[in-house]
């Protein structure tokens, strides 16, 4: 997995193939599943009734996927019928052949017992003994397989319904309208039914005991729509925090897309140990209990952007499918755009860009540290390995990127165009193109082959002057990624901004096109700009950094109306370190209005290492706002002094909010405080929402450099902790590897007993301190995992950190050490450059 020659590695893995759809010789035109799961035994018993239809040639089987499962008959209209098993599949014979347009409904019985995929049961446990049992599926991505026999592919949709049949006091969740709930003795019966046609991996099945809250009703037009969230016993009122901004959700994703709620009901409902955030199952959504928050994580914690994410999808994904998952950005690109949509009819246009920002962020970090690849692309192993930031933040950016292109009118039209043409379809990109096209008669190809099909990104320095003699304003726009005839120059259009006002007023702008990999733009200007503006509704897909002069960059970081030009700004300044840049910066922490741009501000002031940094963020730690104090609690862990830690000991003790106690506790750590291994010790045996607070002392722990705090990782590693402790103490024991030889073989042992743990999320944990601490003796089980194991994402994660362990094998010993003495050089220099600020005080 070498980088190629412009630097980035590539995405399809050993062993990937280009992958497309099954062929299709029926259309599957419902689904009806009869299930009585055990909860105690882990098993399902059900039978599963299939009606096909033949298309234009005669049938003699339909080959099912059907992986595990014990099939005990198979039967047409009550007739038994021939069936074969072939591995991970089930031809169900026709005898004779099935005519062409001809229905068919046949029945196949089956059980399976503790699955390894698609179901999952949930039972207390020695080290979990509150655990409530209870049951749920994931069917993405093609996992459906694992407890039902269909075709497993999403470009097939069919309507559905289900009789699910549990033991009384328990709920069973499924797709649909709740058409009846009877007694039967000592068991229930829920029949649920789906009359829009969904794909199979959207199918859903929960069963517990689960408590019902009714949220209000949503009205369009004439429809109405039932609300619900479902929750285990005691968390009720955390459900309200989580789930209670639902309806309103509804409300503005109806107005936005002028299209209703496309199902009979929407519920919610909270599982444990859930393997994803949440899953859209087609008028179900499952999420993770995870979300679920007290009032103390209400302060800076909202469920909002998962709530969003999820019901987006019910347009996106449920309704309009992509039709291979090559397309499944189409998916999650719109959902991920919608959870900033609602954001901005909630809290408003800065929150808005500054989540697309912060996509973007999270797009670039991928690219530059993983692989890059285009968003559609069709070349891999799994499924799943497509489940990443190039699909869902990138898509997001590009969607954020095409509101900015057609504008807001236009944008809009054309979102409802495609949602009204493409319902109960499967789709593909081209679908979208032609309804952009449909809507606006913008011709969109070009847009589409560079921002979607092609992989990659602007690097953008953005550069400005002003000429008084000239009476005109220059920006260089200046492309600083590898140009060449395989990767050309991107090509775009951008707006330009200019204000003789700091605060705005007076502007004048201007569209321009860039085509070359430096572009000059002179602009005649009958005033001298104070204020110039690069972009202002931040739509650019691009890693820009500006390079604007501290005077222009003073007055963006003071009067740019949009949040993004002002986090760039302050990065500039903050690398100036100029007089005129650290004044700047200390206004905007007195004066700014939006969070964001403080937090992105306080990263900033981190990679400068500067003493007068440090002291902007040692102010900021007690800033009003929690997430301001978070990202300078955050920061503060780069500067190895007692100022620094007397503020982190501070926050790290008393702060209200979890999240600013775990930055302060990981950053202290970093600081090597005398008084931090007991602060930090303390803390790792805390008890708090979701081993918030836990895992950043055990973070901060790793960092300390301190043998006494192996045992503590060690034993926060083991089952019984919460899996953000366990995962966060595999990472820190990684990091103490790092800093102490001596610690490393116990860290080793760690990370080996954790690569199979039941906790999906603490396993991947295991595999990045693998692969972080570069040691070959792991890599037997890492190959073992890339091969055998039940879900992609660890076969990916596995076959990647093995792969990087083998790489660095072959890395001279030479660049270790020159890396030792670069780490050297640059504690000297800050230790001098305290010692200058010292003597300047005195």
């Given at each position: 997995m070498r980088a190629d020659e412009s630097g980035h590695r590539p995405f399809a893995l050993p062993g990937s193939a280009l992958r497309y759809g099954p062929d299709k010789v029926v259309d599957v035109l419902h689904i009806d599943l009869h299930l009585v799961p055990d909860l105690e035994r882990a098993r399902l018993d059900g039978i599963c009734t299939t009606t096909v239809r033949a298309l234009d040639e005669p049938v003699p089987f339909v080959r099912m996927d059907c992986v595990d499962l014990e099939i005990a008959s198979a039967s047409v209209d009550g007739v038994p019928m021939p069936f074969a098993r072939h591995g991970k599949t089930l031809d169900v014979i026709f005898d004779p052949p099935l005519e062409p347009q001809t229905a068919a409904t046949f029945a196949i019985e089956y059980s399976v017992e503790r699955p390894r995929h698609g179901l999952f049961f949930v039972h207390p446990s020695p080290a979990y003994p509150a655990r409530v049992a209870h049951a749920w599926t994931q069917s993405q991505d093609e996992n459906a397989r694992y407890w039902f026999?269909?075709?497993?592919?999403?470009?097939?949709?069919?309507?559905?319904?289900?009789?699910v049949v549990v033991p009384k006091g328990q709920f069973a969740l499924s797709n649909g309208a709740l058409i009846e709930r009877r007694d039967e003795g000592d068991r229930t019966v829920f029949v649920y039914r789906q009359d829009v046609p969904h794909s199979t991996y959207l199918t859903t099945l929960v069963v517990g005991p689960f408590v019902e809250v009714v949220q209000r009703a949503v009205a369009f037009g004439e429809k109405s729509t039932p609300i619900f969230y479902?929750?285990?016993?005691?968390?009720?009122?955390?459900?309200?925090?989580?789930?209670?901004?639902?309806?309103?959700?509804?409300?503005?994703?109806?107005?936005?897309?002028?299209?209703?709620?496309?199902?009979?009901?929407?519920?919610?409902?909270?599982?444990?140990?859930?393997?994803?955030?949440?899953?859209?199952?087609?008028?179900?959504?499952?999420?993770?209990?995870?979300?679920?928050?007290d009032e103390r994580a209400h302060i800076d914690f909202s469920s909002d952007p998962l709530v969003s994410h999820e019901l987006a999808h019910q347009w996106f994904g449920d309704l309009l499918t992509c039709r291979d998952?090559?397309?499944?950005?189409?998916?999650?690109?719109?959902?991920?755009?919608?959870?900033?949509?609602?954001?901005?009819?909630?809290?408003g246009a800065d929150e808005y860009l500054y989540d697309v920002f912060t996509c973007l962020q999270r797009y670039l970090e991928e690219d530059a540290d993983r692989y890059r690849r285009p968003i559609v692309y069709n070349r891999?192993?799994?499924?799943?390995?497509?489940?990443?930031?190039?699909?869902?933040?990138?898509?997001?950016?590009?969607?954020?990127?095409?509101?900015?292109?057609?504008?807001?009118?236009?944008?809009?039209?054309?979102?409802?165009?495609?949602?009204?043409?493409?319902?109960?379809?499967?789709?593909?990109?081209?679908?979208?193109?032609?309804?952009?096209?449909?809507?606006?008669?913008?011709?969109?190809?070009?847009?589409?082959?560079?921002?979607?099909?092609r992989g990659g990104h602007p690097q953008l320095s953005v550069s400005a002057a002003y000429d008084p003699k000239r009476r005109a304003a220059t920006v260089t726009l200046e492309q600083k990624q590898p140009i060449d005839d395989a990767d050309p120059a991107f090509v775009f259009e951008v707006d330009l901004a200019f204000a003789p006002d700091p605060a705005g007023s007076g502007e004048r702008s201007i569209r321009v096109r860039v085509e070359h990999a430096k572009e000059t733009v002179t602009v005649p200007l009958d005033f001298e700009p104070k204020l110039v503006r690069f972009d202002p509704g931040a739509y650019l897909l691009a890693d820009v950094s500006y390079s604007l002069g501290a005077d222009f960059a003073a007055a963006a970081l003071a009067g740019d109306p949009s949040p993004v030009a002002r986090i760039r700004a302050a990065r500039e300044l903050a690398a100036d370190g100029s007089v005129q840049s650290r004044d700047a910066l200390q206004r905007a922490f007195r004066e700014e209005r939006f969070w964001g741009v403080l937090a992105e501000s306080c990263e900033a002031l981190e990679r400068t290492r500067?003493?007068?940094?440090?002291?902007?963020?040692?102010?900021?730690?007690?800033?009003?706002?929690?997430?301001?104090?978070?990202?300078?609690?955050?920061?503060?862990?780069?500067?190895?002094?007692?100022?620094?830690?007397?503020?982190?000991?501070?926050?790290?003790?008393?702060?209200?909010?979890?999240?600013?106690r775990y930055a302060a506790l990981h950053a202290l750590g970093k600081t090597r405080d005398p008084r931090a291994f007991e602060i930090l010790a303390g803390a790792v045996r805390e008890r708090s929402w979701n081993g918030t607070i836990e895992a950043g002392a055990a973070l901060g722990l790793g960092e300390l450099a301190d043998e006494r705090?192996?045992?503590?990782?060690?034993?926060?590693?083991?089952?019984?902790?919460?899996?953000?402790?366990?995962?966060?103490?595999?990472?820190?024991?990684?990091?103490?590897?790092?800093?102490?030889?001596?610690?490393?073989?116990?860290?080793?042992?760690?990370?080996?007993?954790?690569?199979?743990?039941?906790?999906?999320?603490?396993?991947?944990?295991?595999?990045?301190?693998?692969?972080?601490?570069?040691?070959?003796?792991l890599l037997a089980q890492l190959d073992r995992l890339s091969a055998s194991?039940?879900?992609?994402?660890?076969?990916?994660?596995?076959?990647?950190?093995?792969?990087?362990?083998?790489?660095?094998?072959?890395?001279?010993?030479?660049?270790?050490?020159?890396?030792?003495?670069?780490?050297?050089?640059?504690?000297?220099?800050?230790?001098?450059?305290?010692?200058?600020?010292?003597?300047?005080?005195?």
């Amino acid at each position: 997995m070498r980088a190629d020659e412009s630097g980035h590695r590539p995405f399809a893995l050993p062993g990937s193939a280009l992958r497309y759809g099954p062929d299709k010789v029926v259309d599957v035109l419902h689904i009806d599943l009869h299930l009585v799961p055990d909860l105690e035994r882990a098993r399902l018993d059900g039978i599963c009734t299939t009606t096909v239809r033949a298309l234009d040639e005669p049938v003699p089987f339909v080959r099912m996927d059907c992986v595990d499962l014990e099939i005990a008959s198979a039967s047409v209209d009550g007739v038994p019928m021939p069936f074969a098993r072939h591995g991970k599949t089930l031809d169900v014979i026709f005898d004779p052949p099935l005519e062409p347009q001809t229905a068919a409904t046949f029945a196949i019985e089956y059980s399976v017992e503790r699955p390894r995929h698609g179901l999952f049961f949930v039972h207390p446990s020695p080290a979990y003994p509150a655990r409530v049992a209870h049951a749920w599926t994931q069917s993405q991505d093609e996992n459906a397989r694992y407890w039902f026999p269909c075709l497993d592919y999403p470009h097939e949709k069919q309507t559905t319904s289900a009789t699910v049949v549990v033991p009384k006091g328990q709920f069973a969740l499924s797709n649909g309208a709740l058409i009846e709930r009877r007694d039967e003795g000592d068991r229930t019966v829920f029949v649920y039914r789906q009359d829009v046609p969904h794909s199979t991996y959207l199918t859903t099945l929960v069963v517990g005991p689960f408590v019902e809250v009714v949220q209000r009703a949503v009205a369009f037009g004439e429809k109405s729509t039932p609300i619900f969230y479902y929750v285990l016993p005691g968390r009720a009122a955390d459900g309200e925090r989580s789930f209670g901004a639902t309806p309103k959700m509804v409300e503005v994703f109806q107005d936005r897309l002028d299209y209703p709620y496309p199902y009979a009901r929407y519920s919610q409902i909270a599982v444990s140990d859930f393997i994803f955030g949440g899953m859209e199952n087609t008028s179900a959504t499952t999420q993770t209990d995870r979300t679920l928050h007290d009032e103390r994580a209400h302060i800076d914690f909202s469920s909002d952007p998962l709530v969003s994410h999820e019901l987006a999808h019910q347009w996106f994904g449920d309704l309009l499918t992509c039709r291979d998952w090559a397309h499944a950005w189409l998916n999650e690109g719109f959902a991920t755009f919608f959870e900033a949509v609602y954001r901005e009819a909630d809290l408003g246009a800065d929150e808005y860009l500054y989540d697309v920002f912060t996509c973007l962020q999270r797009y670039l970090e991928e690219d530059a540290d993983r692989y890059r690849r285009p968003i559609v692309y069709n070349r891999f192993r799994d499924p799943i390995e497509l489940f990443d930031r190039h699909l869902y933040e990138k898509g997001a950016a590009v969607l954020h990127m095409l509101r900015g292109e057609l504008g807001d009118a236009r944008f809009w039209r054309s979102i409802r165009r495609y949602v009204r043409d493409n319902a109960e379809r499967s789709v593909e990109t081209i679908d979208f193109i032609r309804a952009i096209e449909d809507a606006t008669g913008r011709n969109m190809r070009g847009f589409f082959d560079q921002w979607v099909f092609r992989g990659g990104h602007p690097q953008l320095s953005v550069s400005a002057a002003y000429d008084p003699k000239r009476r005109a304003a220059t920006v260089t726009l200046e492309q600083k990624q590898p140009i060449d005839d395989a990767d050309p120059a991107f090509v775009f259009e951008v707006d330009l901004a200019f204000a003789p006002d700091p605060a705005g007023s007076g502007e004048r702008s201007i569209r321009v096109r860039v085509e070359h990999a430096k572009e000059t733009v002179t602009v005649p200007l009958d005033f001298e700009p104070k204020l110039v503006r690069f972009d202002p509704g931040a739509y650019l897909l691009a890693d820009v950094s500006y390079s604007l002069g501290a005077d222009f960059a003073a007055a963006a970081l003071a009067g740019d109306p949009s949040p993004v030009a002002r986090i760039r700004a302050a990065r500039e300044l903050a690398a100036d370190g100029s007089v005129q840049s650290r004044d700047a910066l200390q206004r905007a922490f007195r004066e700014e209005r939006f969070w964001g741009v403080l937090a992105e501000s306080c990263e900033a002031l981190e990679r400068t290492r500067a003493p007068w940094a440090r002291t902007l963020l040692c102010e900021a730690i007690d800033h009003e706002h929690p997430k301001v104090r978070r990202a300078a609690a955050a920061a503060l862990g780069a500067f190895k002094d007692a100022q620094s830690a007397d503020a982190l000991v501070r926050r790290a003790g008393s702060d209200e909010s979890y999240f600013v106690r775990y930055a302060a506790l990981h950053a202290l750590g970093k600081t090597r405080d005398p008084r931090a291994f007991e602060i930090l010790a303390g803390a790792v045996r805390e008890r708090s929402w979701n081993g918030t607070i836990e895992a950043g002392a055990a973070l901060g722990l790793g960092e300390l450099a301190d043998e006494r705090a192996t045992p503590l990782l060690l034993e926060a590693t083991r089952p019984g902790g919460d899996e953000a402790l366990r995962c966060a103490a595999l990472g820190a024991l990684a990091r103490q590897a790092e800093l102490l030889a001596s610690e490393r073989p116990a860290a080793i042992d760690a990370v080996l007993d954790r690569l199979d743990d039941g906790m999906f999320m603490v396993a991947r944990a295991a595999i990045r301190a693998a692969e972080r601490m570069q040691e070959p003796r792991l890599l037997a089980q890492l190959d073992r995992l890339s091969a055998s194991a039940f879900d992609g994402r660890i076969r990916r994660d596995a076959t990647e950190a093995a792969m990087r362990i083998r790489e660095s094998l072959k890395v001279p010993a030479q660049v270790s050490h020159l890396r030792a003495d670069l780490d050297a050089l640059r504690e000297d220099q800050r230790k001098l450059a305290d010692r200058i600020e010292a003597i300047s005080r005195s």
